[in-house]
């Protein structure tokens, strides 16, 4: 317990120090940066390249739902054109990952694999009448709904127009 608060915190820190940078980096104009500096323009280009390719690597590695094809993303457009299929396979990882979490620490239990013995098998579909006797199942009981007053309600003409 004591490694998963470690790695816990070191996988925090590094998320802050990332989501700060990313932050710096969206407040700037990357595109004068591409125009006044080619060497910006290189690697920029080339830092989106590596991106995009860890992004289809860690798409294709999460579970996927309803077996869909992770999309292929080579151009920053087809981040926005798949972007619901993105974030289907994203919530299905965290999904996941909060089960697998639950199960460590012991707030959900491990669902155990059923067993092939004939005595541990749960029975069939259980008769809706199994807890009747034969007499209480076959007895000629009228409706106790039948025997219910019907009034009979007048609606106002206008009203009554719209039903």
Same mark, same amino acid.
């Given at each position: ?9 070191? $996988? ?22 591409? /125009? ?16 995009? /390719?860890?992004? /289809? ?18 151009? /920053? ?77 007048? $609606? ?8």
């Amino acid at each position: 317990m004591a490694e998963f608060k470690t790695v816990k915190e070191d $996988l925090q820190s590094a998320l802050v120090s990332t989501v700060k940078s990313v932050n710096k980096l969206a407040s700037q104009d990357l595109a004068f940066q591409r /125009t006044v500096n080619s060497d910006n323009d290189e690697r920029l280009d080339a830092n989106t390249t590596r991106l995009l /390719t860890l992004a /289809t690597q860690l798409l294709k590695a999460a579970p996927r739902p309803n077996r869909l094809a992770p999309p292929k993303l080579e151009e /920053t457009d087809d981040v926005d054109m798949n972007w619901r299929r993105i974030v289907d396979i994203i919530d299905a990882t965290f999904e996941q990952a909060d089960l697998a979490l639950d199960e460590y620490t012991g707030l959900v239990k491990r669902k155990e694999a059923p067993t092939t013995e004939p005595e541990n098998v749960p029975p069939s579909k259980k008769s809706k009448f199994a807890g009747l006797q034969a007499s209480q199942r076959n007895a000629n009981v009228s409706k106790p709904q039948l025997s219910f007053e019907h009034p009979r309600i007048t $609606l106002p003409r206008a009203l009554g127009s719209r039903f």
